[in-house]
């Protein structure tokens, strides 16, 4: 058997977001909260917890899952994680925990992870027309956000016709159907 050599240097892995030291403290095995942001029922198959097996998350619910199994549909780009940019932006499904979403890379501190919010709905509501109707271009771009926003504008009680009829337009929803 060869003797070790401890002058070897060996190159781990590194993760997209967290730096090297803070490896050791964080727990690939941890289970963390993700939120189904979509206004329909999505799944998938898992890669790494169950092999052969799948989750699904109903409308508005969440489930909670191990930051290794995360790691893995990241890693594979299933778009409910990792949005229409790769980076988590505009994405289906929210990874409830700061950390999981340092580590990947999602949050960082010059930039957060930019996902459909009820803020987000009162915010681009709270701005003159010409403002909202350049704005909801920015914030609100899959079919899943549209959807949600046009759900979040009856939930929240918010009458404002001309932006109603705008979002109308761009979503391509109607507001009779929520």
């Not at 289970?31 to 029922?41: H, M, Q, Y």
């Not at 790769?86 to 930019?114: C, F, P, V, W």
């Amino acid at each position: 058997m060869p003797e070790k050599n401890e002058n070897v240097a060996i190159e781990e892995a590194k993760p997209r977001g967290k730096k090297k030291q803070d490896l050791k403290e964080f727990n690939l095995d941890m289970r963390v909260n993700v939120k189904n942001l979509a206004g329909w029922t999505v799944g998938f198959g898992l890669l790494h917890d169950i092999a052969g097996g799948a989750i699904s998350f109903m409308k508005d619910s969440s489930q909670r899952m191990t930051r290794n199994e995360i790691l893995a549909q990241v890693n594979n780009n299933n778009t409910m994680f990792t949005g229409t940019d790769g980076n988590g932006n505009h994405a289906m499904l929210y990874i409830d925990d700061d950390e999981t979403r340092e580590y990947i890379g999602y949050d960082k501190e010059e930039s957060k992870q930019l996902v459909f919010t009820d803020e987000i709905v009162k915010k681009l509501f709270s701005m003159p027309q010409d403002e909202f109707e350049n704005k909801i271009k920015y914030y609100i771009v899959t079919r899943a956000e549209k959807y949600s926003f046009m759900e979040a504008i009856k939930r929240l009680c918010l009458n404002d016709y001309s932006k109603i009829m705008f979002a109308e337009r761009y979503t391509g929803f109607r507001f009779s159907i929520f």
